[in-house]
């Protein structure tokens, strides 16, 4: 499955880089790369990121146990950015990263 996923240093959460970061990557996904489905994966136990998930418009898709994460949910992302979400993230400057990672293409 296709995914966007996020890591932001400790220091640094709660500030709005991971949100930006996943709304910019989301957008580049189904904009710029044509993706048709975007998913997140995230540790059953990372609240924060859950919250952040469904906060973004994230459903959860279905649950699954790995073998060394343990339980994990993925969810699914809509692409649902509003306009002015976009020129909110346009006029920003702050500095993020985020990854995007397509398996067919590793």
Known sequence: ???ITWAIVEHKQGMGFA????LRSRTYAYETL????????????NLASIG?????????????????????????????????????LLVTNRVSFCFVRN???N
């Open 34 to 45: 044509g993706w048709d489905s975007v998913y997140s994966c995230i540790s059953a136990k």
């Open 52 to 88: 952040l998930a469904e906060k973004l418009g994230a459903t959860l898709d279905r649950e699954v146990n790995h073998e060394t994460r343990g339980r994990i949910k993925i969810y699914k992302h809509q692409f649902l950015l509003l306009h002015q979400e976009v020129q909110r």
């Open 19 to 22: 949100a930006e970061a996943a």
């Open 1 to 3: 499955e296709r995914e």
């Open 103 to 105: 398996p067919k293409n």
